[in-house]
Structures are given as C-alpha cells and as structure tokens.
C-alpha cells in the first residue's frame, strides 16, 4: 500500500493518519517537537505507523500531508517534496497565523502561498474544509449510500488522481474543486467549509453527498 508521509500530527493529520492505517498505508507520523514526542501516538496506530522528523516523514512519503498553521509554511522541508504529491490541509487563521495581506485580499490562496515555500510539489488541497470529528465518524465504504464526498483542488491531473484514489481509499468519494487558485472556494467561512457535514455539536456529523458538495462550491463569494 501507499506510504503517507505527515508534515504536522494535530488534530487534522492525526485523524487522517488513523483512517490512513485501517485502510492499510503505512504512516510516517513528524512535528515540530520531534519523533520522540509521538512514541504514545504511534503505539494507539499499529505496526504500520512510525516517527521521524519532518524532512524523514516528507522523503518517506509516497504521498505526503502538509498540516500545518500557515505561518509555519517557511518550516516546512522543500528539498524532499519535490515532485511528490502533497496534500494541503491547511486553513488561515489570522488571529494565530498573523495577518498576511495578499490572503486578507484575493490576490492569493493559502495553498498558492504555501507552493511558493515547495515549488517543486505537486500541490493538491483537500481535507480542509471539515471538522476533525466529522472526518472520522463519517468514512463510509464505497457503496454506501451515505458516503460522503470532500472536495479537491489542484493544478496537477496525476496528484489529482492520486489524492482522489487516497481519499476514497478512507472513506470519502470526491468533487473536483478545480485549480489552487480556485481553492479559494473551500476556504475558511465559505459554504462548502464544516457546514455541510452539520454542526460541530454534533460529533458524529452528517453525511454530504456529491450534490450538496458541488451546491456548496457553486454559491461560494470572494
């Protein structure tokens, strides 16, 4: 199976990672403290999961998670993404990140911004726009008729493939959001972003199908 490599372990990259091990990839667990502080985390995953540092975790990576607070995109390690597919699960905060006025504007997304620290990947954003919570409790097999779909955006039709073959890999079909500078339509506050999947009150959240997906893309503004 795929070897996934993960730049940041919060809540986002750990529920991805555990998804990621029951459907049977290897995971390579990093942080900005180091391998030694994810000897407990690695332990709850199984035998397919590790710890390195995160220029380990990049070069392992068949694919690789960038889950990290975008003001620590100039941390992460250029040398080994590239050419790899790289998936952005990364949201700006200002009131943690700081302001950075080109994604104040719309000059600029989040995942453009972070292409310019790896310009190398091959960039696709995806997982971003749902509760943590909700990521895990509603992966469902293909076929199910409540499986979710996640939207993915990129500029890469082979990373776009891959990452779609990863997400429904977890639990999760696919909408193709298209390029990174529309990524902007499933950032931060926009329709498509936790809300579809219901409330975060609601742990086990909602299924979201296809069509709710696209509607939410479609009526999102800048």
């Known amino acids: 199976m795929t070897t996934v490599g993960f730049v940041g ?61 975008v003001s620590a ?57 749902i509760f943590f919570k909700h990521l895990l409790s509603l992966a469902r097999p293909a076929g199910a008729s409540d499986r979710s779909c996640l939207p993915i955006a990129g500029d890469w039709a082979p990373a776009k493939a891959a990452v779609t073959e990863f997400v429904e890999s977890i639990g999760y079909g696919v909408v193709d959001a298209g390029t990174l500078a529309d990524s902007w339509r499933q950032a931060t506050g926009t329709p498509v972003w936790g809300a579809p999947y219901g409330p975060y009150s609601n742990e086990k959240g909602r299924p979201a199908g296809e069509d709710a997906i696209r509607t939410a893309l479609a009526a999102a503004t800048r």
């Open 9 to 69: 372990s919060g809540s986002i990259g750990m529920t991805l990672a555990r998804l990621a091990a029951g459907a049977g990839h290897h995971v390579v667990l990093s942080n900005s403290r180091g391998p030694e502080t994810l000897v407990e985390p690695v332990r709850e995953l199984g035998p397919l999961a590790s710890a390195a540092t995160s220029e380990e975790a990049a070069a392992a990576g068949d694919i690789v998670v960038v889950t990290v607070p």
């Open 73 to 129: 995109f100039p941390h992460v390690p250029a040398a080994p993404l590239a050419g790899k597919t790289v998936i952005d699960t990364c949201n700006y905060g200002p009131e943690r990140d700081g302001r950075i006025p080109e994604l104040d504007g719309t000059s600029l997304t989040s995942s453009e911004l972070l292409l310019r620290y790896v310009p190398d990947a091959l960039l696709v954003k995806a997982f971003n726009n």
